[in-house]
């Protein structure tokens, strides 16, 4: 068992559905690796809660100084105040929030994620949660220059992320929504960026292994993606798939 903290991705990892829809262990070692991930969140969660309520205000001290988008990114850089991990994630939030009214905003909000995240002090937050939250930002912004039609720019975005994960068999990055069915068991919805919601269902259910779609934010009509010979599980609203063969 290594000492280091373990990113999201490698516990999940450890875990698969079974065919009762339950999650459990691959092997002994996996309930040692959750109880090391829980121990570690519980280490880190007097850094990050604080930092989630602070944001806001290191939001508003960024942007209260008319300075334009140039001159925020000079404050990040030189005032350390907003090397600051609640911050990042807050501007990710309000870049995604703002792409149905202003693509240009979006676009700065996530150059300003990245640079914050690029300032982070790894001997603080650790290496590796680090190094996962600048991949995030600059997936994020290669999304918003996308929408810009900035392609250059977004795949140089892309490009770092790519650089950030590296080669690993439990991800692999793709240039749109449609890709990510490729080879794909399940959907699983973890966002509810835009670009999301009006999907190709009859694409998902021909492209899917296993005809299932799992919303993480009951985004989806669920009668609707039924429609198209999927099964659909949501969050408090969805059957499981056990009841679901009960009903049949």
């Known amino acids: 068992m290594t000492d280091r903290p373990l990113n999201p991705l490698e516990l999940a990892a450890t875990l698969h559905w079974d065919q009762d829809g339950r999650a459990t262990s691959r092997d002994l070692e996996s309930k040692r690796v959750l109880d090391?991930?829980?121990?570690?969140?519980?280490?880190?969660?007097?850094?990050?809660?604080?930092?989630?309520?602070?944001?806001p205000a290191l939001l508003s001290d960024l942007f209260i100084e008319e300075s334009g988008h140039a001159g925020r990114m000079e404050r990040i850089e030189e005032d350390n105040r907003f090397h600051h991990w609640g911050l990042c994630q807050h501007l990710m939030a309000e870049s995604q929030r703002s792409v149905a009214s202003s693509a240009v905003l979006s676009r700065d909000l996530s150059e300003l994620a990245v640079a914050v995240a690029m300032r982070l002090d790894p001997g603080h937050y650790h290496l590796s949660w680090t190094e996962d939250?600048?991949?995030?930002?600059?997936?994020?912004?290669?999304d918003a220059c996308r929408r810009l039609?900035?392609?250059?720019?977004?795949?140089?975005?892309?490009?770092e992320a790519r650089r950030i994960y590296g080669d690993r068999a439990d991800l692999e990055l793709v240039e749109h929504?449609?890709?990510?069915?490729?080879?794909?068991?399940v959907l699983a919805l973890l966002t509810e960026w835009q670009e999301f919601r009006s999907p190709d269902f009859e694409a998902m259910r021909d492209r899917l292994r296993h005809k299932a779609v799992f919303d993480g934010r009951n985004v989806y009509d669920p009668a609707l993606v039924r429609s198209f010979g999927l099964q659909y599980h949501g969050i408090g609203r969805g059957v499981t798939p056990r009841r679901e063969r009960r009903k049949r």
């Open 36 to 55: 090391h991930w829980l121990q570690q969140l519980e280490h880190f969660d007097p850094i990050f809660g604080p930092e989630y309520v602070e944001a």
């Open 177 to 185: 929504a449609e890709a990510a069915l490729d080879g794909a068991d």
């Open 149 to 159: 039609n900035r392609v250059e720019e977004a795949a140089v975005a892309m490009g």
């Open 133 to 142: 939250l600048r991949a995030k930002a600059w997936c994020v912004h290669a």
